[in-house]
């Protein structure tokens, strides 16, 4: 009864900021827990109040709509309730697996260790880099800019996947076997490359795939 019931909100993002200035904040339990408490529910909910809205993504992460004036002070509240706030902007913006809700977690230590690197590097236009702890790739690395898959101490790197619209296609397989000691390195170089030599506010999908055959990706040095 309910799947068709009541499918056009009266609170959306756009709605609610024709009638005052409002900010979205994208959360979740973390980067790679994706179960929230009761606890962290309840303070969504209190939060938001009567004058906000929220809604879930396809980023693994819940879009909240808080009042501009209130924003700082909400995300206090968020973060002392243990909730992750994902930066806004033209960032390097990390996802990741759940890791078989923790029961495969070799990836886990390198998956910190790249997040504090690259957090709040900018870049032309926002890039994803999504991390799947094993081949199976549940979460669809293949299917963001710049996707990894571990396997046995090492990733395999996918690069330039075009996530939606009529011309959507999974990334291409860039390099195999980049190990764990490498990988920091390796990424840095891809993104540097990208700082250096996007256009403004080009995507990076549309960035590789117009520079793919250029000499300098040849420099990356992957063993």
Same mark, same amino acid.
């Given at each position: 009864?309910?799947?068709?019931?009541?499918?056009?909100?009266? #609170? %959306?993002?756009?709605? *609610?900021?024709?009638? &005052?200035?409002?900010?979205?904040?994208?959360?979740?339990?973390?980067?790679? @827990?994706?179960?929230? %408490?009761?606890?962290?529910?309840?303070?969504?909910?209190?939060?938001? &109040?009567d004058n906000g809205a929220m809604k879930y993504s396809a980023?693994? !992460?819940?879009? *909240?709509?808080?009042?501009?004036?209130?924003?700082?002070?909400?995300?206090? /509240?968020? /973060?002392?309730? &243990?909730?992750?706030?994902?930066?806004?902007? !033209?960032?390097?913006?990390?996802?990741?697996?759940?890791?078989?809700? +923790?029961?495969?977690? /070799?990836?886990?230590?390198?998956?910190?260790?790249?997040? =504090? =690197?690259?957090?709040?590097?900018?870049?032309?236009?926002?890039?994803?880099? @999504?991390?799947? +702890?094993?081949?199976?790739? #549940?979460? @669809?690395?293949?299917?963001?800019?710049? +996707?990894?898959?571990?396997?046995?101490?090492?990733?395999?790197?996918?690069? &330039?996947?075009?996530?939606?619209?009529?011309?959507?296609?999974?990334?291409?397989?860039?390099?195999?076997?980049?190990?764990?000691?490498?990988?920091?390195?390796? *990424?840095? =170089?891809?993104?540097?490359?990208?700082?250096?030599?996007?256009?403004? @506010? /080009?995507?990076? =999908?549309?960035?590789?795939?117009? %520079?793919?055959?250029?000499?300098?990706?040849?420099?990356?040095?992957?063993?």
């Amino acid at each position: 009864m309910n799947a068709f019931r009541s499918n056009i909100p009266d #609170c %959306t993002f756009e709605k *609610l900021n024709m009638d &005052g200035d409002y900010t979205r904040l994208a959360i979740s339990p973390g980067i790679i @827990n994706k179960h929230y %408490t009761a606890a962290q529910l309840q303070k969504i909910a209190e939060v938001i &109040g009567d004058n906000g809205a929220m809604k879930y993504s396809a980023s693994y !992460s819940m879009l *909240l709509s808080v009042p501009t004036q209130t924003v700082q002070h909400v995300m206090s /509240e968020l /973060e002392e309730a &243990g909730l992750y706030i994902a930066e806004a902007g !033209s960032v390097v913006a990390m996802k990741a697996c759940d890791f078989c809700d +923790g029961d495969k977690m /070799e990836a886990a230590s390198i998956t910190e260790q790249l997040y =504090h =690197h690259f957090k709040g590097q900018t870049v032309p236009s926002r890039l994803r880099l @999504n991390i799947n +702890g094993c081949a199976s790739a #549940c979460y @669809n690395a293949v299917y963001d800019d710049i +996707g990894l898959v571990y396997q046995q101490d090492s990733f395999d790197v996918y690069l &330039g996947a075009v996530p939606m619209g009529a011309q959507a296609k999974p990334g291409i397989l860039f390099a195999k076997r980049i190990s764990v000691q490498k990988i920091e390195g390796f *990424l840095q =170089h891809i993104i540097t490359l990208y700082q250096n030599h996007a256009r403004p @506010n /080009e995507p990076f =999908h549309k960035f590789y795939r117009r %520079t793919k055959s250029a000499d300098y990706w040849e420099t990356i040095n992957d063993r």
